[in-house]
C-alpha cells in the first residue's frame, strides 16, 4: 500500500459512492477531506484545497470537471461509468497535461478478473461460448452495468473481436446468440445488491465461470483512494485499475 501522508482528497459528489468516500477518508490517518463538490458551491474552491480530486458524480457534470482539473493542474480519479465516446475522448485529451485515473470499477478484485477473462477467452478455443451475467440494486438505471461492459470488451479484444459486431444483450434476458462468437449479456435488479459479476465459458463437454462479488460499496471507496494515493505520483497520462494492478504502486513521470 502506498503512504502518502496528509493526502488531501477534493471529493466530488455526496451521493452513496461520495458518502462512501467520505466513510473511508475518515478512516485513514493518511487522508484528509479538503471539500466537497455538490455542484452548489464553487468547483474551483474545492478543486484547489486538495492536492487530488476523486469524482464519482454523473456523466453530466464531467466535462466541466475534465476542464477545472486541467486549469488547476489537479490529479483525477473518476469512477463515472456511463460516459460516452465523446467525453472519454475529452477525458484522454485532457490526460496529456494532468494525470487522469478512470475506470468504471474501482475494485481490485474485477481488475484480477478482467485479467482472468483475458486470458480465459484466449485459451479456450472457439467451442467455448461465452455469457456475462450481471446482478445490481434496484436504483441502478443502466444495464448491462459499466463493470460487464468492460469484461465484455476485454473478452472481444483478446479474441480479436470487434465489440460491438458480438454483444448481445436485450431487456428481459431474451437475447439469443446467433453465431457461436458473440457474447449473450443478462441484468438483473433486484434488492440493494452492490454488484456480482460471473463470466462464464461453456462448450458441450464443461462450463467454466468466473464470479467476483462485492460485499458492500466501500470496495470500490477504497480502491479510489488507493488510486488516488498512486495518481499522486504519476506524470501525465491516462491510467487505470489494471495500471494500478500491474506496476505495483511504481512512480512513472515519464509515461506519455
Known amino acids: 500500500m ?16 461520495g458518502g462512501e468516500i467520505l466513510r473511508a477518508i475518515a478512516a485513514d490517518a493518511r487522508l484528509e477531506v479538503a471539500g466537497v463538490w455538490m455542484r452548489s458551491n464553487n468547483l474551483e474552491s474545492v478543486l484547489e484545497s486538495g492536492d487530488v480530486a476523486v469524482d464519482f458524480t454523473l456523466p453530466a457534470a464531467t466535462p466541466q470537471i475534465i476542464d477545472a482539473v486541467v486549469r488547476l493542474h489537479k490529479p483525477l480519479v473518476c469512477g463515472v ?8 475522448a475529452r477525458m484522454r485529451a485532457a490526460s496529456s497535461s494532468v494525470p487522469i485515473f478512470h475506470d468504471r470499477n474501482m475494485s481490485f478484485g474485477i481488475a484480477v478478473l478482467t485479467e482472468l477473462v ?9 467451442e467455448f461460448v461465452a455469457g456475462i451475467h450481471e446482478t445490481h440494486h434496484v436504483h441502478k438505471v443502466d444495464a448491462p452495468s459499466g463493470t460487464a461492459l468492460k469484461l465484455g470488451e476485454a473478452l472481444a479484444e483478446v479474441r480479436g473481436k470487434d465489440f460491438s459486431s458480438v454483444y448481445r444483450f436485450a431487456e428481459g434476458g431474451s437475447a439469443r446468440r446467433t453465431s457461436s462468437d458473440q457474447i449473450l449479456f443478462s441484468a438483473v435488479r433486484k434488492g440493494e445488491n452492490p454488484g456480482e459479476h460471473t463470466v462464464t465459458f461453456r462448450s458441450e463437454a464443461e462450463t467454466l465461470e468466473l464470479t467476483h462479488k462485492v460485499v458492500n460499496r466501500r470496495v470500490f471507496a477504497l480502491g479510489a483512494l488507493e488510486a ?18 500491474e506496476r505495483g504502486g511504481e512512480a512513472n513521470p515519464d509515461r506519455p
Open 81 to 88: 461509468s456511463g460516459l460516452g465516446d465523446d467525453i472519454m
Open 118 to 126: 483475458r486470458r480465459a477467452g484466449a485459451a479456450l478455443g472457439p
Open 228 to 245: 488516488a494515493r498512486w495518481l499522486l505520483r504519476q506524470g501525465p497520462g491516462f491510467y487505470g485499475m489494471s495500471d494500478l494492478l
Open 2 to 17: 502506498l503512504t502518502n501522508d496528509n493526502l488531501r482528497i477534493a471529493v466530488l459528489g455526496a451521493g452513496r459512492m
